[in-house]
Every structure is written in structure tokens, then in C-alpha cells.
């Protein structure tokens, strides 16, 4: 049986990675196995990028990804064309149990990586396996395992980190104010932290890194294969996981992580699905409010990702115009919030204590499109 064209090669990596040392432990040729890895033990992995001819491709700089995989589980087929079931189901195993993965630099064709094994194992010993995937800054690639690893029981470690992971959620990009503004099909985007890492196995019942949107509980989303490591800290990572067709309105997302040690963490997000077509920029305020010196605009508009010509126009509370701020902004996202004003009319004058109202206009040159706010109040108090 073919898949594809025969005639074409497959693209291997051009390079293999070695394993050389497992906890200072070091890794030879005739070794049968390397030293055993217990739960809650911290593991630290060095090895190399190596040639054809097993030697330190010294120029190879870039990244190299680490996943450590538990024991090979036992599956069986379900045989379901067949009446006598019993006798056509096959016994297979697949090693499919994630334990950590992380990121790591390479230098000079060696890299070093260190991590807490979770306490979410099987904890009977068995033959595990660490993979490898590199690539350098010109794109060249290097791939390659090792399997003559034990994993299995637990190292004892009393650690009192009663502490869960540090949760930061936002929309598109880490401009997002809570209960801010998306378009249909946003990026849930969070940033975790912990001091013994973040759990993302999969095996222990419950203890998964997952996302619940609008409390519909039996929906929950499992975020544990969108998670990467912070390049050489394991303790820090994030995700991106992109939504879908969302219905306009209000929407909350609620995100469940854990620690290595079990200990568990929830944060919540609240946004609002806006229709694209509507005219009208929300969420506007500038602050402080009132303002002595200086004060900050900001708004949200459903114009992301486009070149915005923005003007805010201040007028007295007789209609006379005051001041006229231009500005343009490249927008990521769906918010500005840093555009100031120093309180002063179009000639640089210091305009007196009073009220004042504004109105905010934003032209995208692209689409040929304006939005507007509604007029705002502003005080200046000196």
C-alpha cells in the first residue's frame, strides 16, 4: 500500500539528537538502562546534535523541543466487523501518556533542559521515552529518542507548595481588558506560572489544563497539547486556542490549571462578541478623570488588525473646538488605550479649569470605514 507519491523522499531531519548525561548520569553505548525517573524528582537531561558520523554539529543554534513520555498503555481493537468478536480483537500498545514537554536553547550543538516529573505518573516501573525535535536559526531540523529510561515510583519529595499556578487570560493579545471586545472567532490566549510546574499529562482524573466556556460543564475544552514551556523554565508557559463562530453577546470563559503537585488554580475572562459592522466605538473614557496635568484616551472598535487614522476632537460646553488630536496606530487587537493629552489647546496653551466634552472618530484608509463615539465628558481640575 502507497500514500502519496512514491517517487518523492520523505523529509527527514537532516541531523539526530544523543542523549549524553540523565541527572550528571552518563549515558553510554553499552548502557542498558539510564537512571530511573521517579515522580516529583527534578531531571536534568544534556545531550547533543549530532552528525551522521555520531559527532557535535557545532554550528546548529536554535531550539530543541523535550517531550518525556510515560510507559506504553495497553489498548485492544473492538473487532467490530466480525461476529465472533473475541477471536479478531488485537492486543496493541501505544506510548501516548505525555509527562512534561518543554523547550530548550541549543549552543554550539548542545543544549540542557531541566523539569520536575509530575505527580500524576503510573507509578509501576516500566521502560519510558524522551524525544527530541530541533531546529536551528536557518531552519535546520534534527530529530531523535530515547527509550532505555525507567520510570516509575515516587521520589519522596515533601515539597510544601500548597500553591497553584498564577492564571493571566486575554483575548487576541494581552492588550484585552476584561469584558472588552472580539469578533466571532477570537484566540484565548493564558500565561501560567508555578514554582514546580505546570501539570499537562492528562492522566490523573480532572487535572487537566482546560478551558469551560459560559458554564456549560460537560463542553470543557482541554488545552493540554495547546501548552508550550517558556524556552529553558519549565515553570512558566502558555497557551493559544483559537474559538469559533461565537454568538454576539456576552461571554465568559473559565480556565482550570494545576501544578505538578496537584494543587489547582481557576481564572475567569468575560468578553463581549460585537457584530463587525457596527459603527459605534465602545468602552470609551480617558484617565484620570478629571485631570490636572495629563490624561490617557482609550476606546475599543472592531477594526483589528488595520492602519487607523484616529482623531479626537474637544470642544467647550458653548461647541467651540479647543483641541484636535490626530494620530494613527497600527491596531492588533480591538483596543487603543495610549494615546495622551497634556491638556492644552492647538496653540499650546493651558486650557482653565471646566468641563469639557469630546468625541472620538477612527478611519481605516484600507476598507474605507469610519467609527465614532458618542460625545464624553472631561474635567480639567488644576
Known amino acids: 500500500m502507497l500514500f502519496g507519491d ?43 546534535i549530532a552528525n551522521p558520523n555520531q559527532e557535535i554539529v557545532s554550528d546548529f543554534n536554535g531550539e530543541i523541543e523535550v517531550s518525556i513520555f510515560d510507559k506504553p498503555t495497553k489498548f485492544t481493537t473492538l473487532s467490530n466487523d466480525h461476529k465472533d468478536n473475541e477471536s479478531f480483537k488485537r492486543v496493541f500498545y501505544v506510548q501516548k501518556n505525555l509527562l512534561f514537554r518543554g523547550n530548550a536553547k541549543v549552543e554550539n550543538g548542545l543544549f540542557s533542559i531541566t ?19 530541533a531546529i536551528s536559526n536557518d531552519l535546520k531540523k534534527a530529530a531523535g529518542y530515547f527509550n532505555r529510561i525507567i520510570i516509575g515510583g515516587s521520589s519522596g519529595n515533601n515539597n510544601n507548595d500548597n500553591e497553584g499556578p498564577v492564571i493571566e487570560l486575554f483575548m487576541n493579545d494581552k492588550g484585552f481588558s476584561y469584558g472588552g471586545m472580539t469578533d466571532a472567532n477570537p484566540v484565548l490566549l493564558g500565561f501560567l506560572e508555578d514554582e514546580s510546574g505546570i501539570n499537562i499529562t492528562g492522566i490523573g482524573i480532572g487535572h487537566d489544563l482546560s478551558a469551560e466556556m459560559d458554564n456549560v460543564s460537560n463542553e470543557r475544552i482541554i488545552l493540554n497539547d495547546f501548552y508550550e514551556s517558556e524556552l529553558n523554565n519549565y515553570k512558566k508557559g502558555s497557551f493559544r486556542y483559537p474559538l469559533s463562530k461565537l454568538s454576539q453577546g456576552k461571554h465568559q470563559i473559565k480556565v482550570e490549571a494545576w501544578d505538578i503537585f496537584n494543587n489547582k488554580s481557576e481564572k475567569i475572562i468575560e468578553f463581549n462578541v460585537v457584530d463587525e459592522n457596527d459603527n459605534e466605538l465602545k468602552r470609551v473614557l480617558n484617565y484620570p478623570n478629571p485631570f490636572s496635568d495629563k490624561t490617557v484616551f482609550r476606546f475599543e472598535h472592531n477594526l483589528p488588525d488595520q492602519e487607523l487614522d484616529i482623531a479626537i476632537n474637544i470642544y467647550s460646553m458653548s461647541g467651540k473646538l479647543v483641541k484636535s488630536i ?31 466634552i469630546y468625541k472620538i472618530k477612527v478611519f481605516s484608509p484600507e476598507y474605507n470605514i469610519t467609527r465614532e463615539s458618542k460625545f464624553e465628558k472631561l474635567v480639567i481640575l488644576r
Open 326 to 356: 490626530k494620530s494613527e496606530r497600527t491596531s492588533s487587537g480591538y483596543q487603543i488605550s495610549d494615546i495622551y493629552w497634556d491638556g492644552t489647546d492647538d496653540y499650546g496653551i493651558k486650557l482653565g479649569n471646566g468641563i469639557y
Open 6 to 48: 512514491p517517487s518523492l523522499s520523505l523529509n527527514f531531519p537532516e541531523y539526530n539528537v544523543v542523549t549524553t548525561k540523565i541527572n550528571e548520569i552518563e549515558i553510554t553505548n553499552d548502557s542498558i538502562l539510564a537512571d530511573t525517573l521517579r515522580a516529583l524528582e527534578q531531571i536534568n537531561i544534556e545531550g547533543f
Open 115 to 133: 523539569f520536575i516529573l509530575p505527580k500524576d505518573i503510573n507509578y509501576n516501573f516500566g521502560r519510558g521515552k524522551i524525544s527530541y525535535y
